[in-house]
């Protein structure tokens, strides 16, 4: 079984400030790993993804994120927020074999003036 | 290109009233399919998944049910809803899961 933890349920952070949100997967196989970002009342979008190759990771809105396999890791980062970057994030894990994604509880990033 | 399509985008039904819930996607083929509900501070929850016309997985026993009566296709229904149905409904799709999901614009769903 595979499970997602998004270690902060809030972020409230300045802005231009960086930021970090933390995601922790627990699986015993090779993992694809998500984040997505959902405005209110919106859908969720894809932000990032890890396949394979370069453990960090660019995706759009100038976020990024780092696989660490030691830590079972993929914090999303991004140097400096803007006040549009305030949104739900969403951390995924889909295993190779299977066609489901498992997503963690979300963290309300809110970027304060 | 590929696109979802959901809606309504917002509705309000009285308790005990039935539910139809559409998802189309377009420029694709044979993708699975996905419903989801969010409820108001709490996260992603799997309702329903087809990887076919007809076959439809429940992930989640309550009133609702869902059908692909095309392969494009997927309905969320229910026959009479509840107060706890209330809740931000979102279909997806995907063609490999290592690629991720698309994500349709979302149901917001009072029941009132």
């Known amino acids: 079984a595979q499970s997602v933890t998004q270690l902060d349920s809030q972020v409230p952070v300045f802005e231009e400030a960086p930021v970090e949100l933390r995601c922790n997967y627990s699986?015993?196989?090779?993992?694809?790993l998500f984040w997505y970002v959902q405005y209110p009342n919106q859908g969720l979008q894809l932000l990032l993804k890890?396949?394979?190759?370069?453990?960090l990771v660019k995706g759009i809105n100038g976020f990024e994120a780092e696989f660490n396999k030691s830590q079972t890791s993929f914090h999303l980062r991004k140097p400096s927020v803007h006040i549009s970057d305030t949104a739900e994030y969403f951390c995924?894990?889909?295993?190779?074999?299977?066609?489901?994604?498992?997503f963690g509880s979300g963290t309300q990033l809110t970027v304060l003036p | 290109s590929q696109t979802i399509h959901q809606w309504p985008a917002t509705l309000v039904q009285p308790v005990g009233s039935p539910l139809s819930l559409e998802c189309t996607v377009e420029?694709?083929?044979?993708?699975?399919l996905y419903w989801y509900r969010q409820a108001a501070g709490r996260g992603l929850q799997l309702l329903f998944y087809?990887?076919?016309?007809?076959?439809i997985s429940s992930e989640v026993p309550q009133n609702l049910s869902a059908s692909r009566p095309q392969d494009r296709q997927f309905i969320l229904s229910s026959k009479k809803l509840l107060l706890s149905d209330s809740g931000f409904y979102l279909c997806?799709?995907?063609?490999?899961?290592?690629?991720?999901?698309?994500f349709g614009s979302g149901t917001r769903l009072t029941v009132v």
């Open positions: 997806a799709w995907s063609v490999k899961a290592n690629y991720g999901y698309t």
């Open positions: 087809s990887v076919g016309i007809g076959q």
């Open positions: 890890y396949l394979s190759g370069s453990t």
């Open positions: 420029g694709t083929s044979n993708p699975n």
């Open positions: 995924a894990v889909s295993r190779g074999s299977a066609r489901q994604l498992t």
């Open positions: 699986s015993s196989v090779s993992v694809y």
